[in-house]
């Protein structure tokens, strides 16, 4: 199923994607909410290989399975606190840029719940899990390999 494998990149290409994810890791930012993030954005992107991955580690840093099932209905569900909301619905919109932007008020929702410096590391998260996924369009990973490397 794999179509290209990634040590066929362009050198430094992986790499540099995979510093971008130690800076994001090494942030401080709260990474059982960047994980909900990429699960969520991965749904939107319907990138299965991502779906599994970021399931799994959402689980391994203690997310409630019901909470990663349901996250496509968050709105509807009574157990995502008032930050958790605003995250994602900032992921959404910068995912699905087409059809939603960054207005003031969802920004001055952000700037609530977390500082400039937080918003542009789940900025920069945001934009690497969508690289991710496009990546994972066409590189297909086997869904279901992934394994936590705790």
Known sequence: MER??????????YKVMVAV?????ESGIDLRLAELLKYRISQLNH????????YKEAVYLGE????LYSVAAWRECPYYSEK?????EFAEALTDLPHHHIDDMLFEKMKT????QEIAILTLAIAQINSWNRLQQVVR??????KVRG
């Open 64 to 67: 409630d399975p019901l909470r």
């Open 113 to 116: 719940f977390f500082s400039v």
């Open 21 to 25: 994810e130690h800076y994001i890791h």
């Open 141 to 146: 990973s086997t869904p279901g390999e992934y």
């Open 84 to 88: 958790e909301r605003a995250a994602l």
């Open 47 to 54: 990138c299965a290989f991502c779906l599994d991955m970021h």
């Open 4 to 13: 290209i494998k990634y040590a066929e990149f362009p050198e430094g290409m």
